[in-house]
């Protein structure tokens, strides 16, 4: 089967290390008033508007790359499931306006996919619209931590999971099941495969 797999926050730390810059980088702008914590939307967040949303990626979003890591059975549970036969699709938004320049995105995470030793088939930056995506490129199991992309992509009958974080701990979906840890995933992953032969 082919799994597409989103990288921030699903695969990785992302939201932990942009909060730790944003606390930073707020502190250096005036310090807005922290309002929600059940989101990782910083309009929201701090009630940023778009443009110190905008300068606080181009600030500190190449720093948090660097301290970014896979959350815990990455490697090992991707490892299996390519073993099994299934091929690993990821799915980013990362672009390279955020990334620092022309090609970035796709070399940064290229590089950090390497450097943790994570397997995969394709790595695709810059996808805003998902659910084309995957409709187009013949995904049979979908894993976002976006609610709004994994419902728009379970829309298509593909099989789709949300990753879960501290901001999205409070989604329920009947079409989409809730995932909390790799080995769950794959357990998952498991279930369908045999469930089709």
Known sequence: MRIGLDIDDTISNTHFILMKYAYKYNAENGNDELLKYNTNDFTKIFGW???????????????????IEPKFGVKETLTKLKKDGHEIIFITIRDDNECGGEGEAYRLTYEWLKKYEIPYDE????????????SK????????????????????????????????LEFKDDNIINIYSMNEFY???????????
């Open 49 to 67: 508007d778009d443009e110190k949303v905008y300068n606080f990626f181009r600030t500190y979003y190449l720093d948090a790359l660097k301290e």
């Open 187 to 197: 357990n998952e992953v498991l279930n369908i495969q045999k469930s089709r032969h």
């Open 137 to 168: 490129n013949n995904i049979d199991i979908f894993m976002d931590d976006s609610e709004k992309t994994c419902k728009a992509v379970s829309e298509l009958g593909i099989k789709t999971f949300i990753a879960m974080n501290p901001y999205n």
């Open 123 to 134: 790595l695709n930056v810059a996808i805003s619209n998902k659910k084309d995506f995957c």
